[in-house]
């Protein structure tokens, strides 16, 4: 019989951190990972945030991540563009400080992934690749282990961190999901690595070395009035182009698949001439689920011997594009609440609550209670997505665009363009229910 | 660029003997509306012949949105076994 402490579903940031936090203070761990190896089976848009790796592991370790050229590039910028069908508005903000004291780096997660896992074997922590868990062993009511896919892959443990991300395979078969996920609490996004020349990509984010690099959320036109939300982000010689949407809008609108939608946003003259000749090049073609139900949506996180953490907790922030922070900072925060729990050798319900407790006390839950009727007022209203990106092009182009016109009829003419195209009171709604969104 | 061609990019290693993805009852598909699964698959799965509907999960990329939109949880949706399925290179 094989016997551990912990079981960590998944080898993800979430699973490893939780790993990390266990093995490092001596308990036994063993992680699950279906993949061929740690990464091998992970996707997300690429932007890795600093401050959670920091808190888990030490300060040191950026430095470290560095030497081990396990990163792609130190977001010195970071942009939104608004597209309409033939311009773009830019807004952008870049910093000098985050040159010194980074904030966040690009990663490939296959590569990332892969050394983040040997790091946490180096505490202590077994991680077991190319094995599914099929299900829980179960004992009056209560989680006594996992079954995996190999000859007699019975594990039995004191407690369990599901970490298997978005779809709540397991998470439903530990009674703490009622329901699976719905349309309306997911985008489907698709990415492609397009290979690119370091020197180019330097040219085109104006930034002097492979190093540091800059990050460009995409609004408008391309989604097709669908909520969405495209990203660019430089990697050190490749482009990661990808495009989210919430699978409720392509549902409804049942007209274009999400690779379509990637290659509108490809074919829109100001990514098509950034990307130049490599536009039509990709090394790599993948897709993934985004959580975007936020507060609402989540399971319950902890019960009997029993943890759930990032992206199968829903824990993601979508509207600052932030999840891998979620995923560390939970992953911590669970493996906190386990030391806690064997230096007690209370693995009840009631006393996990404290994992509950620690993610309400920390930006987590604040961040996913402040925003949670955003995604909704988003979804319901289409505008933000198509008619806004699009008027702002269409009012900069008529402010900007010299032909004799005296200035003050031509605000009048913008003026006339947003009411007749949103209307007024339609306008003064749509801020209110922003306000309302954002403000939480 | 086809989606044949984006798929072909990536590495995958198939378990050809034990299908993921299976359709539950064909009946259902038939007398489906929209059949959301073929427009939301971003691997273009999902292939509807007349009469039924082709699964080609080779090509799967394990997302997961076919199981979330088929209104009939018709779909029999597991992760490939342990080492199989989709191998990202890069991620």
């Known amino acids: ?440 | 660029m086809r989606i044949e061609d984006k798929l072909f990019l990536n590495r995958y290693r198939t378990d050809e003997e034990n299908p993921h993805l299976k359709i539950i009852n064909m009946e259902i598909c038939k007398k489906c509306k929209n059949r959301p699964c073929i427009n939301c698959c971003p691997a273009g799965v999902y292939e509807w012949d007349g009469e039924s509907m082709e699964v080609k999960f080779e090509g799967c990329l394990e997302c997961g949105t076919c199981r979330i939109v088929c209104p009939y949880q018709n779909i029999e949706w597991k992760y490939p076994k342990g080492n199989y399925g989709i191998l990202y290179k890069f991620g």
């Open chain 1, 1 to 440: 019989m094989i016997r551990f402490d912990v079981v960590v579903i998944g080898a993800g940031p979430a699973g490893l951190s939780a790993a990390y936090k266990l093995a490092s203070s001596g308990i036994k761990v063993a992680v699950v990972e279906k993949g061929e190896y740690p990464g091998s089976k992970n996707v997300m848009g690429g932007v890795l945030y600093l401050s959670p790796l920091k808190k888990l592991i030490s300060e040191t370790i950026v430095d470290e991540m560095l030497q081990a050229n396990v990163v792609e590039r130190n977001v010195i910028e970071q942009n939104m563009w608004f597209l309409s069908d033939d311009g773009v508005i830019k807004a952008g903000h870049r910093n000098e400080k985050w040159k010194t004291s980074p904030n966040a780096f690009t990663v490939l997660r296959a590569k990332f992934d892969n050394w983040f896992a040997k790091k946490v074997e180096k505490t202590g922590a077994l991680i077991i690749s190319k094995t599914k868990v099929e299900d829980f062993i179960w004992e009056n009511d209560e989680i006594i282990g996992v079954k995996t896919s190999r000859p007699k892959g019975e594990i039995y443990c004191k407690a369990v961190v599901i970490a298997e991300g978005v779809n709540p395979i397991l998470t439903l078969k530990a009674g703490l999901r009622k329901r699976d996920i719905t349309p309306k609490m997911a985008a489907i996004a698709v990415k492609e690595i397009i290979p690119m020349s370091t020197e180019r990509i330097n040219d085109i984010f104006g930034v002097g070395n492979e190093n540091e690099g800059a990050t460009i959320e995409i609004i408008g036109s391309w989604s097709k009035g669908m909520m969405g939300i495209g990203f660019l982000y430089s990697n050190k010689d490749s482009i990661s182009l990808g495009a989210g949407v919430l699978i409720e809008d392509l549902k409804q609108n049942n007209k274009f698949t999400p690779y379509e939608l990637l290659q509108n946003l490809k074919e829109h003259p100001a990514i098509s001439e950034l990307l130049g000749e490599n536009k039509n090049s990709a090394n790599e073609y993948m897709a993934h689920l985004i959580p975007e139900g936020g507060y609402y949506s989540m399971p319950r996180l902890y019960d009997n011997r029993i943890l759930v953490v990032g992206d199968a907790g829903m824990m993601v922030n979508s509207i600052h594009r932030e999840g891998s922070n979620h995923a560390i900072t939970s992953g911590m925060l669970a493996g906190e609440t386990l030391v806690d729990a064997f230096e007690k050798g209370d693995f009840s319900r009631k006393f996990l609550k404290k994992y509950y407790l620690k993610l309400r006390d920390s930006f987590i839950i604040k961040d996913l209670k402040k925003y949670k009727d955003l995604t909704s007022i988003m979804e319901k209203n289409h505008q933000f997505f198509e008619i806004y990106p699009s008027l702002l092009n269409d009012a900069a182009y008529r402010f900007l665009n010299v032909d004799g016109t005296p200035k003050w009829e031509m605000q009048k003419e913008i003026f006339e363009m947003f009411r007749k195209r949103r209307g007024l009171i339609g306008m003064t709604i749509d801020a209110l229910k922003m306000w309302k969104g954002v403000r939480g």
